[in-house]
Nanobody, 115 residues
Framework: QVQLVESGGGLVQPGGSLRVSCAAS????????MAWYRQAPGKQRKFVAT???????NYADSVKGRFTISRDMAKNTWYLQMNSLKPEDTAVYLC?????????WGQGTQVTVSS
């Protein structure tokens, strides 16, 4: 089992920056890839970014050049650095861990971009 806890969300003005974190515990060694998703009110959950255990990253077109996914394996924590934020980035941001054929989700952290 893997437990995921997101943090770092909040209110930020358009053009601002925010970093959200995903702390993992439990069978962390089994994680092959970590991804960030987001879900806006009344909309489907959408892929944002992913990073594999080998360090390969991939991003949704809507966030390329603005968001960066990274990890600190010493802390079992993954990050999503978000720059040049736009109102349409407003959503609950959730991390998802995958490994050994299983998927684990965190509860999410709210990011609101508004003036």
């Amino acid at each position: 089992q893997v437990q995921l806890v997101e943090s770092g969300g909040g209110l930020v003005q358009p053009g601002g920056s925010l970093r959200v974190s995903c702390a993992a515990s439990g069978s962390v060694f089994s994680i092959n890839a970590m991804a960030w998703y987001r879900q806006a009110p009344g909309k489907q959950r959408k892929f944002v970014a992913t990073i594999t255990s080998g360090g390969f990253t991939n991003y949704a077109d809507s966030v390329k050049g603005r968001f960066t996914i990274s990890r600190d394996m010493a802390k079992n924590t993954w990050y999503l650095q978000m720059n040049s934020l736009k109102p349409e980035d407003t959503a609950v941001y959730l991390c998802r861990a995958g490994g050994n054929g299983r998927l684990y989700w965190g509860q999410g952290t709210q990011v609101t971009v508004s003036s």
